[in-house]
């Protein structure tokens, strides 16, 4: 039973220091952070760095309320493509700040 227990600390270890170290990278970066439902309809976690809003509940109208309304048409065509093809989403678009200006 030691064995087992030593294992399964070790292995928290671990995670806690992998989640430790992503932390540090976001941290370090400008970058935001966000979290979506594999469909992409719903956005589950946003960390916004105070550039964008903050979404900490799960959202379905994530793209209305930071996609600037110009580029939803391309978001989402985009979005379907990457779906579709099994892409990684990589696309120049316009977005609501926090503050409501366009970015």
Known sequence: MT?????QA???QRVAETEARLKALIEATSDVVYSLSPDWSEMRELDGRRFLKDAAVPTTSWKTDNVYPDDLDMVNATIEKCIREKKIFQLEHRFVRADGRTG
């Open 10 to 12: 070790s292995e928290k």
């Open 3 to 7: 064995n087992f227990s030593n294992k």
